[in-house]
């Protein structure tokens, strides 16, 4: 029975609002082939000049690979035609969404996020986080709890929504200044666009998950289209980072049971957040930087107060723009001095190797707080898919590899960094962009 209720509709109109950027989110659309090389000055870290980071440029490893990806920015992603490997995997995990949710291909929103007109019955039979804050779908489905509270007191769960940003380097520059790591959610279609700025935060010892290909609402798309969005991002991540995520965060934090479920059948962690610094909505609504700075300081005040004192919390951060990149940096000192710990989700969940590619490891948060270096002694209790009702991370990732990877892979002499993460050393990126560069 479908019931609407004034209540419902309401909280649906303010929840439209509610969550990442999607208002703020540049659509760039480049069709057809960048004109300009890439210029590895450009995007040089020491580099902080807006417009030449953020000029746009030819990555010659992804130079044929762009047919492979649905169009960049275009909502919301669709199999690829001709992609008989994505499409077999659709075929199961379609068949998997029927026998798990019922009804299972009916979209709940609608693409622009407007639920004014959507009646949801009472009862919240599919956890439909935008209309209740449902967090925890039901057990019989196998499912993980969404992450929003963190298990460890008085810790931020430090994550970046919606980049690579092109103009990102003054934040990472500050972030690796601090030897602070973070979690860094990726829209698909700007990987695409920004492939040199996503491999920086492999090098810098970040960690990376999935944010979608076109930043929809995710539940007024069809399990095909759900499919598409995390599917397509994850393979480009792999193709131009070279690692394959175990997780994911919802746009507008728009999820529902249907949607876990296939998230879930991609090995994809759900990462919710617990508190929105609302830094995305700025200049929408009258919003102000003001009121985004008393939103942090809310949280620290309550931290102050003890409210993290048995369990810390995940936060929403944006490096979508100017001034949510530089507000984070002012904002740092007062977390520091309000929270025991600033951590990326893969130190607060113990995800020590939170990709599929297991020859990565992270610090537990353990090694994390103390500086020590990742041993990777604790992963096998607490892989990265514990998220996903089929389990541990595996490798049935389909094939893609980039020539980044590749070239990478040819030269990689693996060590651990100060950081304690193991990667490739760091003169890798560069000579592989090089290689690049002489096609
Ligand atoms: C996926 O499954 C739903 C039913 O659960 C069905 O309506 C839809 O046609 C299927 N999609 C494809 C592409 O097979
Ligand atoms: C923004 O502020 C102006 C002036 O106070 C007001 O007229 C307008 O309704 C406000 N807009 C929103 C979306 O709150
Ligand atoms: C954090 O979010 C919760 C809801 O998830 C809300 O009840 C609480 O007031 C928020 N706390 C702060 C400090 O903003
Ligand atoms: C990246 O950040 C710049 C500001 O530094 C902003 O103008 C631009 O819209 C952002 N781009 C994307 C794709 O988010
Ligand atoms: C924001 O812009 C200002 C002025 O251009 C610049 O000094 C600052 O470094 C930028 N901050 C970030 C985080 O990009
Ligand atoms: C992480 O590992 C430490 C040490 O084994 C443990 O105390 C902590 O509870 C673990 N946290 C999570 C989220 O598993
Ligand atoms: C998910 O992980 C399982 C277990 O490792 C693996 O068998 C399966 O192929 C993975 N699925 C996908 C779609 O990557
Ligand atoms: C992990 O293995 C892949 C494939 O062999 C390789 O390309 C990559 O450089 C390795 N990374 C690390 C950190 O060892
Ligand atoms: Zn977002």
Same mark, same amino acid.
């Given at each position: 029975?479908?019931?609407?209720?004034?209540?419902?509709?309401?909280?649906?109109?303010?929840?439209?609002?509610?969550?990442?950027?999607?208002?703020?989110?540049?659509? #760039?659309?480049?069709?057809?082939?960048?004109?300009?090389?890439?210029?590895? #000055?450009?995007?040089?870290?020491?580099?902080?000049?807006? +417009?030449?980071?953020?000029?746009?440029?030819?990555?010659?490893?992804? !130079?044929?690979?762009?047919?492979?990806?649905?169009?960049?920015?275009?909502?919301?992603?669709?199999?690829?035609?001709?992609?008989?490997?994505?499409?077999?995997?659709?075929?199961?995990?379609?068949?998997?969404?029927?026998?798990?949710?019922?009804?299972?291909?009916?979209?709940?929103?609608?693409?622009?996020?407007?639920?004014?007109?959507?009646?949801?019955?009472?009862?919240? @039979?599919?956890?439909?986080?935008?209309?209740? #804050?449902?967090?925890?779908?039901?057990?019989?489905?196998?499912?993980?709890?969404?992450?929003?509270?963190?298990?460890?007191?008085?810790?931020?769960?430090?994550?970046?929504?919606?980049?690579?940003?092109?103009?990102?380097?003054?934040?990472?520059?500050?972030?690796?200044?601090?030897?602070?790591?973070?979690?860094?959610?990726?829209?698909?279609?700007? &990987?695409?666009?920004?492939?040199?700025? +996503?491999?920086?935060?492999?090098?810098?010892?970040?960690?990376?998950?999935?944010?979608?290909?076109?930043?929809?609402?995710?539940?007024?798309?069809?399990?095909?289209?759900?499919?598409?969005?995390? %599917?397509?991002?994850?393979? &480009?991540?792999?193709?131009?980072?070279?690692?394959?995520?175990?997780?994911?965060?919802?746009?507008?934090?728009?999820?529902?049971?249907?949607?876990?479920?296939?998230? *879930?059948?991609?090995?994809?962690?759900?990462?919710?957040?617990?508190?929105?610094?609302?830094?995305?909505?700025?200049?929408?609504?009258?919003? /102000?930087?003001?009121?985004?700075?008393?939103? %942090?300081?809310?949280?620290?005040?309550?931290?102050?107060?003890?409210?993290? !004192?048995?369990?810390?919390?995940?936060?929403?951060?944006?490096?979508?723009?100017?001034?949510?990149?530089?507000?984070?940096?002012?904002?740092?000192?007062?977390?520091?001095?309000?929270?025991?710990?600033?951590?990326?989700?893969?130190?607060?969940?113990?995800?020590?190797?939170?990709?599929?590619?297991?020859?990565?490891?992270?610090? $537990?948060?353990?090694?994390? &707080?103390?500086?020590?270096?990742?041993?990777?002694?604790?992963?096998?209790?607490?892989?990265? @898919? *514990?998220?996903?009702?089929?389990? +541990?991370?595996? $490798?049935? /990732?389909?094939? @893609?590899?980039?020539?980044?990877?590749?070239?990478?892979?040819?030269?990689?002499? *693996?060590?651990?960094?100060?950081?304690?993460?193991?990667?490739? @050393?760091?003169?890798?990126?560069?000579? +592989?962009? !090089?290689?690049?560069?002489?096609?």
């Amino acid at each position: 029975m479908l019931v609407a209720t004034a209540s419902i509709s309401l909280l649906g109109l303010a929840a439209a609002h509610i969550g990442c950027s999607g208002h703020n989110i540049a659509r #760039r659309n480049i069709g057809g082939e960048h004109n300009v090389i890439y210029d590895k #000055r450009q995007v040089d870290g020491s580099n902080v000049d807006v +417009a030449a980071e953020c000029a746009p440029y030819s990555y010659a490893p992804m !130079a044929n690979s762009k047919p492979k990806y649905p169009s960049i920015w275009v909502q919301p992603a669709a199999l690829v035609p001709g992609d008989t490997e994505a499409a077999a995997l659709f075929a199961t995990i379609n068949a998997t969404v029927a026998q798990k949710v019922p009804n299972s291909n009916s979209p709940h929103g609608t693409l622009k996020g407007d639920w004014a007109g959507v009646n949801y019955p009472p009862g919240d @039979a599919d956890c439909w986080w935008t209309q209740t #804050r449902c967090t925890t779908p039901a057990a019989s489905l196998g499912l993980q709890p969404d992450i929003t509270n963190l298990p460890e007191p008085e810790t931020w769960g430090l994550g970046f929504d919606d980049g690579p940003n092109c103009s990102h380097n003054a934040l990472y520059n500050f972030l690796q200044t601090n030897n602070q790591k973070a979690t860094m959610f990726f829209i698909g279609s700007n &990987v695409i666009d920004w492939p040199v700025q +996503a491999i920086r935060a492999r090098d810098d010892g970040h960690h990376i998950c999935v944010h979608t290909w076109s930043h929809p609402y995710m539940t007024a798309l069809t399990n095909e289209q759900v499919f598409a969005e995390l %599917y397509y991002t994850r393979q &480009v991540i792999k193709e131009v980072v070279g690692v394959t995520p175990t997780c994911w965060r919802p746009p507008y934090g728009d999820v529902d049971n249907r949607v876990r479920v296939i998230a *879930s059948a991609l090995n994809l962690s759900n990462v919710l957040w617990k508190n929105d610094t609302f830094d995305w909505s700025v200049g929408t609504n009258n919003i /102000t930087a003001a009121d985004v700075t008393n939103n %942090y300081q809310k949280i620290i005040t309550a931290a102050g107060q003890g409210q993290y !004192a048995t369990q810390g919390l995940t936060v929403l951060n944006h490096e979508i723009n100017n001034f949510t990149m530089q507000e984070f940096i002012e904002q740092y000192p007062n977390i520091k001095g309000a929270f025991k710990h600033i951590v990326p989700l893969s130190a607060a969940m113990n995800w020590t190797h939170p990709y599929v590619e297991q020859n990565y490891t992270f610090q $537990s948060f353990d090694e994390y &707080v103390a500086g020590t270096p990742a041993s990777g002694a604790a992963a096998a209790s607490s892989d990265a @898919a *514990s998220g996903s009702a089929s389990g +541990a991370a595996g $490798s049935g /990732t389909g094939t @893609a590899s980039g020539a980044a990877a590749s070239a990478a892979s040819a030269k990689a002499s *693996s060590k651990p960094s100060s950081a304690g993460v193991t990667r490739p @050393a760091a003169g890798v990126l560069v000579v +592989a962009i !090089a290689a690049a560069l002489l096609l």
